[in-house]
């Protein structure tokens, strides 16, 4: 005899294990990126520079609710009763066709749950508008899994969402009532969004603009001697129907001696060094500068503050996101991928042109950067647009082709030279700086050759 069991799981479950591995800030990145998917989802986005020009979304929080409202075309009424408030999307369901970045089906419901125990959608396409609510009791309740969808006579203005959020967690609405949270939030948004707001999109945090973090690379003018020339690697190919645009170099000439002693100087320059990934212009790795971009592997140095005028950024893009090498937040890289491993090392062989070249320019680190000054800070995009030519190396298996530069090389050294490099108290610079020039704050590199050029001075006259 064969008896059936009670074997579904419970919303117990289901509530801790889509929230227990996320972070809040993450969660609340997941509600933009379904901004952003709505838009490719409902309209035909153009290919100029700003495609998002009309779109918005925003955000509100205090310690007794949590807002999100846009425009950016509303949740279909058929995505809405077919998959869009399922614990997980249907396979046959996915987006193959733009490029989004949603695999799963967990985003919305993961964030809501995250942050309270009450939550309301409201949506409105041109079409239809309807609303659906989640109590405290449908979670409690595990016999239960349908959700009331009430259809509105009026729509919200412009096809767009409401998503809110009550009876907050306790340490939830502690976070949202703390100043520090909305600045960390506003840095994750102008970092992990900088280039889908560069084209147009707005976002604001409590009724502030969101303005995006602005990255390029130094490129030399055309008329520049070519012994002179700076010049990023660009790498432009196809992967598995996965576009890869890559490009790597100086974002700032490199530091000199006072700057590499002085953290306050240079902390700006460290936060903008290392590798930024994006996927379908969606941030997923932010200035990386460990063994996952490369850093201390395959001859690769690991890095230090010698190396924070070097910058890169890889740019995939796919209609189909399974195909995308991220994990299930959209905050990391999934390393296993076989496109990711084969971008990887292009990643490093570009990485060694620049840690090759701080090396050999150290010695002469005033002469490099008369040099780099001199070349222009230019956007990623305008390097993406590089034509391939036949400057251009081609790669075997014709996945892409990569611009290698011929960076510029040092004379070499006199032999008969030597660097003197020592440490003192910073009062007792102070005090010699006083001394000889009459102020306290001059470099100590003059100090130390002054001092120096004293003592050479008597011992010549001894």
């Known amino acids: 005899m064969t008896e059936m069991i009670h074997a579904s799981p419970t919303k117990r479950f289901f509530v801790s294990m889509l929230t227990r591995d996320i972070e809040l800030e993450d969660a609340i990145l997941d509600l933009l990126d379904n901004c952003i998917d709505g838009i490719l989802r409902t309209h035909t986005v153009a290919e100029t520079p700003t495609p998002y020009d009309s779109y918005f979304a925003n955000i509100e929080f205090d310690r007794e609710h949590f807002k999100i409202e846009d425009n950016c075309g509303g949740i279909p009424y058929k995505l809405a009763t077919e998959y869009a408030f399922m614990m997980g999307r249907p396979h046959d369901e996915n987006d193959t066709d733009i490029p989004t970045v949603g695999m799963y089906g967990i985003g919305m419901k993961r964030a809501m749950f995250k942050m309270g125990r009450e939550s309301s959608v409201y949506s409105s396409t041109e079409k239809d508008s309807f609303s659906v609510s989640i109590s405290p009791g449908w979670l409690e309740t595990d016999s239960d899994w349908e959700l009331p969808l009430e259809h509105m006579d009026s729509s919200l203005g412009e096809a767009g969402t409401i998503i809110e959020v009550k009876s907050l967690q306790e340490g939830i609405a502690q976070r949202f009532d703390s100043k520090s949270f909305h600045a960390d939030m506003e840095t994750l948004i102008r970092t992990h969004y900088s280039f889908i707001i560069q084209k147009g999109f707005q976002i604001s945090i409590n009724g502030t603009e969101v303005k995006p973090r602005l990255t390029g690379l130094l490129m030399s003018p055309s008329s520049t001697p070519e012994d002179e020339r700076i010049m990023p690697y660009v790498f432009k190919g196809n992967f598995d129907d996965v576009e890869i645009n890559l490009a790597v170099g100086f974002f700032r000439p490199m530091p000199n001696l006072e700057e590499l002693d002085e953290e306050q100087i240079t902390r700006r320059s460290k936060d903008d060094a290392g590798w930024t990934i994006a996927c379908n212009d969606r941030v997923v790795v932010f200035n990386d500068k460990t063994r996952l971009t490369g850093w201390g592997e395959s001859g690769v140095p690991s890095y230090h503050s010698q190396f924070i005028g070097i ?152």
Request: proline letters at 5%.
């Open 311 to 462: 910058t890169g950024i890889v740019h995939f893009k796919c209609n189909d996101a399974w195909k995308l090498p991220m994990t299930t937040t959209k905050r990391g890289v999934d390393t296993s991928s076989e496109l990711y491993m084969f971008v990887k090392d292009l990643m490093k062989e570009g990485m060694k042109r620049f840690t090759q070249y701080t090396n050999k320019w150290k010695p002469e680190a005033e002469k490099e950067r008369a040099m780099s000054s001199a070349a222009k800070l230019t956007s990623f995009g305008e390097m993406f647009s590089l034509e391939v030519n036949e400057k251009w190396t081609a790669l075997k298996g014709g996945n892409g082709a990569r611009l290698i530069p011929d960076l510029p090389k040092p004379k070499a050294a006199p032999v008969h030279t030597r660097q003197i490099k020592f440490a003192r108290h910073i009062k007792e610079i102070e005090m010699v700086s006083d001394h000889l020039f009459g102020v306290l704050d001059v470099p100590p590199s003059e100090v130390g050759e002054k001092c120096f050029d004293i003592i050479l001075e008597q011992a010549h006259q001894s």
